[in-house]
Each structure stands twice: as C-alpha cells, then as structure tokens.
C-alpha cells in the first residue's frame, strides 16, 4: 500500500499525463486552413441545409461558399472576421454574375444564415479559433442588398457610376428599411440576364430557377 507521499505524486503524474493527452486530442483535431471552407458549408448542411427548398439552399450555400472565400482570402493571420465588412466586399465581387432574384432569395435567409456564422464559426477546429465580429441587422443587409443592386443596375449601363446615381438608385430600391422589390424588378426585369456558356449543368439550372421567380415571390 502506497504511503500518501507516492500516492500524491502518482496522482500528480496521472493528471500531467492526462492533461498532456487531451492537449495531443485536441491537436489531432484541427483542422488545415484550406480544410475551413468545407468544414463550414458541411455544418451548414446539416443544421440548416435539409430545412429549405433546394433553390433556397443552394443560393445560401453558394452565398456562404463566395463569403469564406473572401474571409479566408484575409489571411490566417487576421484572426477576426468582420461581417459587415466581409459581406459587403463578397456581395460586390457577385455583382451582375446572378440575377436580381439571388438578393431576394438571399435576403429572406440572411438572418438565418448569421446566426449559423456566430454559432459556428468560432468553433471551427482551427489551431488559433477565429472571432466573428460585427454582426448586421437585418435592415442593415436590407441596405447592402439595396446599395449592391443599385450599383449593378448602374454597372450595366455601361457608364460611369457616380456617387449621386448610386445614392438616389439605392434610396429608390430602400425604403422604410426594405427592399422593394417591385421597383427593383421593373428596372432588372427588361434588361434580361444571360446564363454564361461556361456554366456547369448545375449551376445553368440553378440559375434559370432563380431567373423563373417573380416580384411577389418576394412580398412577405
């Protein structure tokens, strides 16, 4: 039978072991930094993905793809991500690739999607966790989406965009802190959108899907 001396330092010896396993585990669990992007759309599958109808889900999930890649093109070294910051440069480099239908799709699950960033994103099994930081209402998207369309309206006219058009192109799509849609629509609408023939089958599909909703698809 151990004295209490040996058994105090056995005791001790076990809790070094075991803290220096589970510091092992957690190591093994990481994952790369090109792993993150996957790693995050995969959780979205399974917590929010199978909620939604396909179109839906696959317009979040190509949203939330374009965004991580824009936050992990910032580098492992910027540990936090900024949301507002970050949606704003993902929804300007989208663009006229998508119709205006994408930002209504989009907008009617943002908040949703949010909630899955804070949730998740600061768990993600990195050696250095990352912070989410500067969250948006959903009137402040309201407003980037209205900003975002205002200026891919301007773009397609092929002139210059002036801060003064976008302005008063944005206050005309925001109003009331809303979207509205309908004026949205009646200036996209005669322009068309033209599918690119580099599109694969199933982004062809998706977008005609996104191309065959109307203005009070998007009136809740």
């Known amino acids: 039978m151990s004295r209490p001396g040996n058994y105090g330092k056995s005791s001790r010896l076990k809790q070094l072991r075991q803290l220096k396993r589970r510091k092992q585990q957690q190591a093994s669990r990481t ?4 792993q993150v992007e996957d790693f995050l759309l995969g959780r979205y599958h399974l917590v929010q993905g199978s909620k939604f109808p396909p179109l839906v889900d696959a317009t979040v999930q190509r949203f939330f793809s374009e965004w991580l890649q824009t936050a992990l093109a910032q580098g492992q070294q910027r ?3 900024d949301v507002a910051a970050i949606t704003a440069t993902t929804l300007k480099r989208i663009g006229n690739q998508v119709p205006w239908q994408f930002y209504g799709v989009l907008l009617g699950q943002i908040m949703n999607w949010q909630r899955l960033l804070l949730r998740e994103g600061p768990v993600v099994p990195l050696s250095v966790p990352r912070q989410i930081v500067k969250p948006l209402t959903a009137t402040a998207y309201a407003g980037l989406v209205a900003d975002q369309l205002a200026v891919n309206l301007l773009t397609t006219m092929a002139t210059p965009v002036t801060p003064t058009q976008r302005e008063q192109l944005t206050a005309s799509f925001f109003v009331g802190g809303q979207v509205q849609w309908s004026a949205v629509g009646s ?3 005669p322009l068309g959108f033209k599918i690119s023939a580099s599109a694969d089958d199933a982004t062809h599909q998706w977008l005609n899907e996104l191309l065959g909703l109307k203005v009070g698809d998007f009136h809740h």
């Open 187 to 189: 200036l996209f609408s």
């Open 79 to 81: 540990v936090q991500w």
């Open 31 to 34: 994952i790369d930094w090109d």
